[in-house]
C-alpha cells in the first residue's frame, strides 16, 4: 500500500482533522501498515493524534 492510499484513508477516519490513537492503531491494521506509517500520514497532512494509550501525543 503507497503512502497516498494511508493518507485518503487517514483522510476519511479523521475527525476535525484529529484522530484518536486507538482509531489510528485499528487503521494501521486493518490496512497491514506499520504503526508508524499512519503517524507518518498524520503528520504530513497535519491531523493531530489525541487520546494516545502512551503519553505520546
Same mark, same amino acid.
Given at each position: $500500500? @503507497? $503512502?497516498?492510499?494511508?493518507k485518503r =484513508?487517514? =483522510?476519511?477516519a479523521a475527525t476535525d482533522r484529529r484522530i484518536d490513537c486507538h482509531d489510528a492503531r485499528a487503521l494501521a491494521e486493518k490496512l497491514g501498515v @506499520?504503526?508508524?506509517?499512519?503517524?507518518?500520514?498524520?503528520? =504530513?497532512? =497535519?491531523v493531530k493524534i489525541h487520546a494516545c494509550e502512551l503519553g505520546c501525543f
Open positions: $500500500m @503507497d $503512502m497516498e492510499q494511508i =484513508e487517514v =483522510e476519511q @506499520d504503526y508508524a506509517l499512519v503517524g507518518k500520514a498524520c503528520n =504530513e497532512l =497535519e
